[in-house]
DNA sequence: AAAGATTGAAATTTCAATCTTG
DNA sequence: CAAGATTGAAATTTCAATCTTT
């Protein structure tokens, strides 16, 4: 092994890694570009039920759980700070959209129930927000979309 | 085709529509949450050189880019409105990451150039974005990286 | 009139400090 | 003291109105 050998071992090398590093960038810059599109496609559309992407979230959030949640779980899950959601519940609640309940096995909690009101509203948006997902269906056949499933929820555990 | 074997088969439908349906929820409540959750994480790390997401992202715009960029046109890679790139514009001049000019051949333009202490600090923040690279190095193969990146990709096009 | 940018106000998110219960 | 939530202030993002140039 000479040194020129060796050296164009390294430059080569180097290439590679450069290559490598530079595409993931682009996927970093990729996944906050997409996300901030689908947000800004699905608030466009979900205006029409005056209702942000962030509280049209908590509300599929607390059906899909079944049961009413405590603030901090619903900041883990949409990845946000706790204050966020007790504001965010203020102004959900406001429109009578969930209510707090007491946690009366430990009286630190305040738990988010929704209401009948609030199952409405998020029908209704599940049904707009159908527009989006047709973008979906037409563009993506159904191993990409569960190629796309598999590797963002592995990213989401990765970056729990 | 008796009354009851329409019924059968049309439920059967109904429940792999439901199915996709489904999976196309949780993709788009997936695309939201991994993107928060990698935006928190470059977040924390970036607030070590005291640069947001966001700014670290324009900066990298015009790096790759290679010249001075209209602000409208940095909104619209970002994916953001344009008052919010104008002041995202002055808060990053006022530490003398970027400066505006002119061009000349349409006045109404104003373009973002990055400055040399912008290429400094963007290049500092690159290598402390190298530990979200790692994670993503360490948890998805090669081949998974180019799925990701085709398919965000064109997920970008999509809903561009 | 349309395109590009800015301004100031409103809404949302984050941060630090505080309060209550375990 | 730790966990959970709230409060008020600060930072960021969005919205509507305005200004200049094409």
Chains 1, 2 share one sequence.
């Not at 996927?27 to 699905?42: D, F, K, M, Q």
């Not at 430990?106 to 209401?115: F, G, K, N, S």
């Not at 707009?128 to 598999?150: A, G, I, M």
Request: aromatic share 4%.
């Amino acid at each position: 092994l000479t040194i020129s050998t060796f050296l164009l071992y390294t430059s080569h090398m180097n290439k590679i890694i450069g290559e490598e590093d530079a595409k993931l960038t682009r996927l970093l810059g990729l996944l906050y570009r997409t996300e901030r599109t689908a947000e800004s496609r699905v608030n466009g559309l979900l205006q029409a039920v005056d209702l942000t992407c962030a509280q049209h979230h908590v509300l599929q959030l607390l059906i899909s759980v079944g049961e009413p949640l405590p603030l901090g779980q619903i900041a883990e899950n949409l990845h946000t700070v706790r204050s966020n959601i007790t504001q965010m519940v203020d102004r959900l609640a406001a429109e009578g959209l969930v209510t707090r309940i007491f946690d009366p096995t430990d009286r630190r909690r305040v738990l988010a129930q929704i209401t009948e009101e609030g199952r409405r509203r998020s029908e209704t948006a599940a049904q707009v927000e159908n527009q989006v997902k047709q973008d979906l269906l037409v563009h993506f056949s159904p191993e990409e979309r569960d190629q796309l499933l598999t590797l963002l929820s592995r990213l989401e555990k990765v970056w729990k």
